[in-house]
């Protein structure tokens, strides 16, 4: 167990929908990831938030945005949903502000399926 | 500028040596290495930074060549407990951001 947790664990829904994505960080950890999993691109980082701050952006749709509240958990909203955003969606979390500080620790992630 | 990943797929036998390689097309700040288990989350394997320094907490060994942009991991001496894909993750902005840019993984399978 990580300490990172993620809900819901599965998600289905219908193409055009909306859904919310929720993480909480391991205790203490100011940065939140977030990363989509797909098995023809593996793993892609979409974005950091540090303490409450957007801290760096990746391949990140338009249709997607993420915020991190006052509390640390984070959310990532995904919009107008497509087949091709089926994945599963994980958050990971660390100490510092950047990679070289140290490990990340990833949650047990969400898997999505768009109908 | 996704990394490369080498080999895609490798079975071992118990006992048996393995290396596995990553290669980017771009210069690195650090190298990072999962290790990821069917159906369950990556775990942290190693950090190897500019300069030398290794940051990890299992006894594993691993390489990086900052001129070649390349780092390899060697797993010697493999359990049944190694089997999972190995992603590296590569650092190509330095700084305090968080990106890192895996590569698509190999899937490691140590049989008895």
Known sequence: DSGVTQTPKHLITATGQRVTLRCSPRSGDLSVYWYQQSLDQ???FLIQYY?????????????????????LHSELNLSSL??????????????????????QYFGPGTRLTVT | QQPVQSPQAVILREGEDAVINCSSSKALYSVHWYRQKHGEAPVFLMILLKGGEQKGHEKISASFNEKKQQSSLYLTASQLSYSGTYFCGTDVYGGSQGNLIFGKGTKLSVKP
Do not use: H
């Open chain 1, 82 to 103: 497509e087949l091709g955003d089926s994945a599963l969606y994980f958050c990971a979390s660390s100490e510092g502000t950047g990679v070289v500080g140290g490990e």
């Open chain 1, 42 to 44: 593996g793993l892609q």
């Open chain 1, 51 to 71: 303490n409450g701050e957007e801290r760096a952006k990746g391949n990140i749709l338009e249709r997607f945005s993420a915020q991190q509240f006052p509390d």
